[in-house]
């Protein structure tokens, strides 16, 4: 348990100072707007890897995907022209499917390996946070302001994050007042004691 939460940890400094990104050096992916675009053809929001960090890519769709069906078009890779801009995914899918819930301006994002056990690490990562968080969810947020609650496989507890318009993963700012000396989040709220909520207060608000 001590070394998935250190995993944890770690992974989330990186996501959260993003370096498992690059905004910069453009690659073409279609219109810039976020999420799910309005008109007769829906665009769900992935995001592959490419030369400079995590990319996001629109493909059209015959309605309004949910987190689950914008993970599941994710877990099928790029197509043959997303792979000719040299758009890969760092998700392996060995790792088995992540599995999302929607719920009232959130998604429950479940992994189905626990974050020590990863490959891929926060490049994998940010891939699955950015395409749930930009998918079809009720309560009418933008992407940005989606809370995205992150089990992973044999933790009980989850740690909250957003995705922001350039594809970085942030931490929820709500997360940061409710952090605890000795407590880690649980859907969004402060849970029981843990030695590394400490730290990881110390991470997000360092």
């Not at 400094?13 to 910069?24: F, I």
Request: with cysteine.
């Amino acid at each position: 348990m001590k070394r998935q939460l250190g995993c944890v940890v770690v992974l989330f400094a990186a996501l959260a100072a993003g370096c498992s990104v690059g905004s910069t050096g453009p690659v073409p992916a279609g219109a810039p707007a976020s999420g799910l675009q309005a008109g007769s053809v829906s665009r769900a929001r992935l995001y592959f890897v490419g030369p400079y960090g995590i990319q996001a890519v629109l493909r059209e769709v015959d309605a309004p995907a949910t987190p689950q069906q914008a993970l599941d078009l994710l877990l099928k890779g790029p197509d043959t022209a997303e792979q000719a801009r040299g758009l890969i995914t760092e998700w392996a899918p060995v790792q088995g499917r992540p599995t999302a819930q929607a719920a009232d301006g959130a998604v429950d994002l479940y992994l189905p390996v626990s974050v020590a056990d990863m490959t891929g690490g926060n490049l994998a990562l940010s891939q699955v946070i950015c395409t749930a968080a930009n998918a079809d969810i009720p309560g009418g947020k933008h992407p940005p302001d989606v809370d995205v609650r992150v089990y992973e496989s044999g933790v009980s507890t989850a740690w909250t994050v957003r995705c922001n318009a350039a594809g970085n993963v942030i931490p929820n700012a709500l997360l940061r007042k409710s952090l605890a000396p000795g407590r880690l989040p649980v859907r969004g709220h402060p849970s029981g004691p843990d030695q590394q909520g400490p730290r990881l207060r110390t991470l997000l608000t360092g």
